[in-house]
């Protein structure tokens, strides 16, 4: 009965958690994924799936911090517009010029505490710097990153795997020559 | 790999990341004049609606929907058919017909290398003459009629590696018979219809026909060796 009684509970603060993200969020995503896609269609499509990532996120975790809620949802909500973008360029042809580079995420990082930490994450290709991210800041499993990435489990191993040993050996570079 | 201490010093790195990078996106007034279109709205509702549920993880892809759609109708089919008494009925009368209706005579063998010898019986009743003979290279198959039109089927199987016969045994009388030898039968009456199945060294006869049971057992019995 206990179990029953715990469980409507963790529903009850998922409802109140996907909700509050909806109603919180719903514009940034929307922000963020028309700067990408560069279609309301499109990005309103985004939006939904990453709404749906976001359900299944919800329902392992349970995050209460608003800027890493925040946080999370902007990088999802970039990938899911990146990677249907991919997506759309695969089936129509869409004018060059229409498409602009990743939002800017690295600006002003050299007056911060952690500069040289940042500025070796810059130097990292886009796709390292996520999967770090949602393995070392939101503590995502290999499985929960492969859903929110759309990749395999197995590529998504391998990513996470050469991220973690390109960062190590850029920082570690970075140390000797300091030392 | 990552020490314990640089994954500390990235996490902090990360929410520092985080902060510069939601200093340069819009604020939320700045965002209001944001619109969304009614669809996307009304799917969104729906979305949130279905999250709600305790079993959403169930249903959440299209694939799931449709495998739970078609388990509900056929628990619902399964549950209408026990539940409705006519529905029922027939469903129960219907296996219950089929395991009643018939009957498997299995037939082991001896010597599965015994070559197939065919044969024909010794004694015909009278007023029979043969119509057909049809012989393989496992089979006999003949064919007697009478002026009445009345006809007598025998025939004769090699039985390699046993043989399994199945018969209509519905509203049928059947019994055991010895014939000659101590050789067992399958007696059987249906319709007017009568027939006897056994076997003899390697072989399985079967006579069938509208004749009296004394003279199916003298057929049978001239077969006998």
Known sequence: MLAFYLSILDTAEEKSLITHIYTEYKPLMMHIARSILKDEHLAEDAVHDTMLKIIEWARSHHETDPQRIKSLVCLVTKRTALNNRKYEWRRRTVNIDDLTDQPAMWDNYEHSTYSDLLSILALLPYNYQEILQLSVQHELSTKEIAKVLGLSHSNASKRLQRAKQAFGEKWRAQNADTE | ?225
Request: net charge neutral; hydrophobic share 40%; aromatic share 12%.
């Open chain 2, 1 to 225: 790999m990552l020490t314990q201490n640089e994954i500390l010093l990235l996490k902090q790195a990360f929410d520092e990341k985080d902060r510069i990078y939601f200093s340069s996106l819009p604020s939320r007034d700045e965002l209001l004049d944001i619109s969304f279109s009614p669809k996307f709205e009304r799917r969104m509702q729906r979305l949130l609606l279905r999250a709600q549920k305790v079993y959403y993880p169930m249903i959440n892809t299209l694939a799931k929907r449709v495998a739970c759609f078609i388990l509900s109708v056929v628990a619902l089919l399964s549950i209408t058919t026990m539940s409705v008494e006519a529905l029922r009925e027939p469903f129960f009368q219907f296996v219950v017909k089929t395991y009643e209706t018939f009957a498997d005579l299995f037939f082991p063998t001896n010597d599965e290398t015994a070559p197939f010898i065919p044969c024909s019986p010794g004694y015909i009743p009278p007023g029979y003459k043969q119509i057909s003979h049809d012989q393989g290279i496992t089979y006999v198959r003949i064919t007697y009629r009478n002026s009445e039109g009345k006809e007598i089927t025998y025939s004769q199987m090699h039985n390699t590696g046993g043989t399994t016969s199945t018969i209509d045994i519905q509203e049928a009388y059947f019994e055991k018979l010895m014939l000659t030898n101590d050789t067992e039968a399958i007696y059987m009456e249906k319709k007017g219809t009568r027939l006897i199945y056994f076997k003899n060294e390697n072989n399985i006869f079967k006579i069938m026909g509208q004749l009296p049971k004394e003279e199916l057992v003298a057929m049978a019995n001239s077969l006998i060796k």
